[in-house]
Each structure stands twice: as C-alpha cells, then as structure tokens.
C-alpha cells in the first residue's frame, strides 16, 4: 500500500541534484526564498540543542566581492604556477550565483558533545537546505575550498566558529541528468541476533 506522504518525501530526496554554478542563468533569489531555505535549516537534529549551524548569506555587492576574495586567495595559496582556467572558474562561481551561503559551525564552548556531531548536525541543517533549494526550483551546491575554509579573512568568526564551506544557489535552465546510487542492500548489514 502506498504512502503519499512518503511518496512525495521519496521523490523530492531522490531527484535533488548538485547544480553547479557554472549552469546558473545569475537571477536574483529573492529573500523570501533564503528565508524559506534557512528556516528549514532550523529543524535539523542536533544532540543537546546546540544548534551549531552559522549561516552569512553573501547577495548583490557581496558576491563581486566573495568572487575577488577567492581570486585572491588562489593566486596567494597557488603561487606563480596558478592556472588561469582554475581562477577564473573559481571567481566565476560566485559571480554566476544568485546567492552564496558561507556554512558555518559554531562549536559547543564547554566541548560538551564530540565535535563530529556538531559537524553532523550542520551537514543535516545542510541537507535540509538543499531539499528546499529544490522544491524551489532552485539549484545548490556545497562547496568547500581550501582558500575560503582555511584562515579566513573574509568573514567576521566568533570564537569557536569555523567555516564549512560555501552554498552556491541560482537559478537553472538546464536539464539535471538522472542518478542511479547503488542499492541500499549493498550497503546494508542485518545483525539478527
């Protein structure tokens, strides 16, 4: 017997995509969207309530400026080699999107529960994102370079806060190829007894 409500959960889980920046057409997000998109962060599992996601929504100026920032820090981690194609595609990334979201996790001051949760539960808050990035027609993208991740200048960190990555998000024409992810028995064992 069919579940609609599962029915519907399973299609919008199973056809979420990676939309790269690259395939966006740069139309604004409007806030409204971001909102939605960072209010469903909010109901993510975390274990004693931390709450350890951070969220700095990069918009408008703050992209050209993201874009420069991440120029930048290539050339100065690539030194003299740097390739040209590797630059542009890394400031391109924040010029092509409609909107950036920095993921940030702040850590648990009295180091109360294991760091790896605090990362877990972002990644679910994550998850979430992009779940209704998708319901919204709107493609995402986690990314997490090195240049934006490691010594950041970039953002304004609180003690214990550390970055996670980029959320690339826009607007996309194109077609998003289909996946077919291995069966879950592969991946699955049964302990019986």
């Given at each position: 017997m069919s579940?609609?409500?599962?029915?519907?959960?399973?299609?919008?889980?199973?056809?979420?995509?990676?939309?790269?920046?690259?395939?966006?057409?740069?139309?604004?997000?409007?806030?409204?969207?971001?909102?939605?998109?960072?209010?469903?962060?909010?109901?993510?599992?975390?274990?004693?309530?931390?709450?350890?996601?951070?969220?700095?929504?990069?918009?408008?100026?703050?992209?050209?400026r993201l874009s420069s920032y991440l120029g930048d820090k290539y050339i100065e981690k690539a030194g003299e080699g740097y390739s040209e194609m590797k630059l542009k595609k890394m400031k391109q990334k924040a010029l092509k999107s409609g909107a950036v979201i920095a993921i940030c996790m702040q850590r648990d001051l009295t180091e109360s529960i294991p760091e790896w949760e605090e990362i877990a539960a972002v990644g679910?808050?994550?998850?979430?994102?992009?779940?209704?990035?998708?319901?919204?027609?709107?493609?995402?993208?986690?990314?997490?370079?090195?240049?934006?991740?490691?010594?950041?200048?970039?953002?304004?960190?609180?003690?214990?806060?550390?970055?996670?990555?980029?959320?690339?998000?826009g607007y996309y024409e194109q077609k998003v190829m289909k996946r077919t992810p291995s069966e879950i028995n592969s991946k699955t064992e049964w302990i019986k007894e």
């Open positions: 579940n609609p409500s599962y029915d519907v959960l399973k299609e919008i889980i199973s056809n979420r995509r990676s939309i790269f920046p690259g395939q966006y057409n740069q139309k604004e997000i409007s806030f409204v969207s971001i909102q939605q998109i960072l209010e469903s962060a909010r109901w993510a599992p975390n274990h004693k309530v931390t709450e350890p996601w951070r969220f700095k929504v990069i918009t408008g100026l703050g992209l050209e679910c808050a994550v998850q979430n994102m992009w779940l209704t990035a998708h319901t919204l027609n709107i493609g995402a993208y986690w990314s997490s370079p090195k240049v934006f991740t490691e010594n950041n200048t970039f953002l304004s960190l609180k003690p214990g806060e550390k970055v996670l990555g980029l959320f690339y998000m």
